[in-house]
Nanobody, 124 residues
């Protein structure tokens, strides 16, 4: 089992930056990749970006390239989502997820464990 806990959400203004953290515990050695997803009210959960834990390889959604960055601290079993130049359309609940299988993927059903989510609200 793997447990994931997100933190760092909040209310910010358009153009601001915010950093989210996701701390993993349990069988962390079994994690191949960790990803961030988001879900806005009335919309489906969508992929944001992911990172491969062994070498730091990344995979980004086009909508956040150049603004969002994912990084990891393996010793702390933590991944970070740095969000810059935030827009009102970035408002959503942000979820951290862990994938045990190989491959960098963007489908929610391909991730095995999920955090509880953290709210990010960007005001205009």
């Amino acid at each position: 089992q793997v447990q994931l806990v997100e933190s760092g959400g909040g209310l910010v203004q358009a153009g601001d930056s915010l950093r989210l953290s996701c701390a993993a515990s349990g069988r962390t050695s079994s994690i191949y990749a960790m990803g961030w997803f988001r879900q806005a009210p009335g919309k489906e959960r969508e992929f944001v970006l992911a990172i491969r834990m062994n070498d730091g390889g990344t995979y980004y959604a086009d909508s956040v390239k150049g603004r969002f960055t994912i990084s990891r601290h393996n010793a702390k079993n933590t991944v970070y989502l740095q969000m810059n130049s935030l827009k009102p359309e970035d408002t959503a609940v942000y979820y951290c997820a862990a994938r045990l299988g190989y491959g960098m993927v963007r489908n929610t059903e391909d991730y095995d464990y999920w955090g509880q989510g953290t709210q990010v609200t960007v005001s205009s």
